[in-house]
């Protein structure tokens, strides 16, 4: 199945995409077993106004993820998966706008498959974390990459209101092992690279996240961003698609 969220009579409601329609859900997917609960209503896809598809209660980021991509910033994959947090507050939606802050000088995009979590795990096994697992989307792990080596810690580096663009959709049947991973500038390839070629997998990110804190249903971990970053310039468009999870596509501007 595949999910959005979605402003529905003027509230946001999950909802089912088939087809050219949305089918708003009275729940969150994961909170009803088995089939998701309907309302009845169906929306036209092609007016709706659709949100960030989840509502995390934290963002982790695995950084270095990609051993072409660790090289090209003079970095080693290092031996433990290599975790950070972005604010719920860098959340955009599909359609939205990366904001360039006049604090930085150079801002990358980092196209990442994003795995959202579906049930409430801690200290889980690989195992266990590959159950917890409801599908994935599509997010840039947009990074002041001049920041990020000037301030110690990464918090605003990775942290800027708009820095995490998500969604369009969660795709839930999708077997993330050996996915095609692609950003484009203004139309043009600039990152590609296979799920199969990150240094930790998806069970083995979950379950190590898990070790240190509760992950709850709607929790996002953004997988790490393979070579090909570069910086982005006002009135760029930049695309992420991933083989059969979706595109999420944002617009670039400077903060005014
Ligand atoms: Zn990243």
Not at 202 to 229: F, K, N, Q, R, Y
Request: charged share 25%.
């Amino acid at each position: 199945m595949r999910v959005v969220r979605l402003s529905h009579e003027g509230s946001p409601a999950y909802g089912l995409v088939e087809g050219e329609s949305i089918l708003p859900l009275a729940a969150a997917p994961w909170e009803t077993a088995g089939e998701p609960k309907r309302t009845g209503a169906a929306v036209d896809r092609r007016s709706a106004t659709l949100l960030v598809p989840v509502v995390p209660t934290k963002i982790l980021c695995i950084g270095r993820n990609y051993r072409a991509h660790a090289a090209e910033l003079g970095h080693e994959v290092p031996e433990k998966p290599l975790v950070f947090l972005k604010p719920a507050s860098s959340l955009r939606p599909h359609k939205g706008t990366v904001l360039l802050p006049p604090e930085s000088s150079r801002v990358d995009y980092e196209g990442e498959l994003t795995v959202v979590i579906g049930e409430r795990i801690r200290r889980a096994s690989r195992e266990e974390a590959a159950r917890a697992v409801f599908g994935y989307t599509c997010a840039l792990d947009i990074t002041a990459r001049d920041l990020q080596k000037t301030d110690g810690q990464w918090w605003r580096a990775k942290g800027f209101d708009t820095f995490c663009p998500l969604g369009p959709a969660v795709e839930t049947d999708v077997d993330s092992s050996d996915l095609l991973v692609e950003t484009f500038v203004d139309g043009a390839v600039r990152q590609s690279g296979r799920t199969s070629l990150m240094a930790f997998d998806v069970p083995t990110i979950v379950a190590w996240a898990s070790h240190a804190m509760t992950l709850e249903p709607g929790d996002v971990i953004l997988t790490g961003t393979p070579e090909g970053v570069a910086p982005l310039l006002p009135g760029q468009t930049v695309e992420v698609r991933i083989g059969g999870v979706g595109t999420l596509s944002v617009r670039v501007e400077k903060e005014a």
